[in-house]
């Protein structure tokens, strides 16, 4: 089963992916991470994306359709999560395409709504684990004993370079004039399926679940 979890930043699709990935088996291929993770490399690939993603605009089409390619090649155990990838109408058409080529399909595309005001306050609250990348919030799920990683134990976190107020408003901006158009593209196909993302963590995760059906 593949699907797509689809929203604005910070609406949830990566504590989403993360918790399915757990649940499930399914593999989550978030464009993003493999963004920083190329950044971190200093890869070429990072080298093009680094500034671009600072300014919270979007990086080539190009450049990540092919990462997402190169990641179902390696296998995605019992289906894969993509999170943050389409988010413009050619990558659309390029997943459509990838999938095909390798006899997949699209399952279901899961749009997380969420009101917009949450959202800066959502997003600049976040940290992450340096170690093992389980994210946090200063408000919404702290680590159960301070400055300890619940899952690993580290205490170092880190946060985002892109997680300040004006970059989070460029990616809203972007997400409104480029992503938004795609989702009645799916609803056309009969695959797009609509979730509280305001609920709490727990109880989104139940809802994605109920769509999907026994794992
Ligand atoms: P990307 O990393 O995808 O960032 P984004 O889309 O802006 O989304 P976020 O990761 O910020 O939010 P999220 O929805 O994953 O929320 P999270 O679960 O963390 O992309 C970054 C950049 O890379 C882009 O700006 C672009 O430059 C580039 N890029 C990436 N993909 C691209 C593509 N396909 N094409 C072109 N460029 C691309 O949750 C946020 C916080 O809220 C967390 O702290 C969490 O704990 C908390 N939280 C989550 N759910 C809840 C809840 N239900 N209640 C309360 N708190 C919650
Ligand atoms: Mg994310
Ligand atoms: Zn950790």
């Known amino acids: 089963m593949n699907i797509i979890l689809l929203g604005p930043p910070g609406a949830g699709k990566g504590t989403q992916a993360s918790r399915l990935e757990a649940d499930r088996g399914m593999v989550q291929l ?19 994306a680094k500034a671009v993603m600072e300014a919270g605009e979007l990086v080539s089409d190009a450049i990540v ?22 988010r413009t109408a050619a990558q659309a058409e390029a997943l459509d395409l990838l999938l095909a080529e390798r006899g997949q399909t699209l399952d279901h595309v899961i749009e997380l709504e969420v009101d917009e ?18 994210g946090y919030h200063d408000r919404f799920k702290r680590p159960a004993v301070e400055g300890t990683c619940d899952v690993c134990g580290h ?19 972007e997400y ?40």
């Not at 963590?201 to 139940?206: Q, S």
């Open 30 to 48: 978030s464009t993003g991470d493999m963004l920083r993770a190329a950044v971190k490399a200093g890869s070429p690939v990072g080298l093009q």
């Open 65 to 86: 359709s092919a990462l997402i390619g190169e990641r179902l090649d390696a296998g995605a155990g019992s289906g894969a999560i993509f999170d943050g990838y389409p």
């Open 117 to 134: 005001d949450a959202l800066v306050e959502r997003i600049v609250g976040r940290f992450t684990c340096a170690n093992c990348g389980e």
């Open 155 to 173: 205490h170092e976190f880190k946060r985002r370079p892109d997680d300040n107020e004006a970059t989070v408003r460029t990616r809203m901006t």
């Open 176 to 215: 409104r004039a480029k992503t938004a158009p795609i989702i009645p593209i799916y609803e056309g196909r009969g695959l797009l399926r609509r979730v509280d993302g305001m609920a709490d963590i727990r109880h989104v995760t139940e809802s994605i679940e109920a769509i999907l059906g026994p794992a």
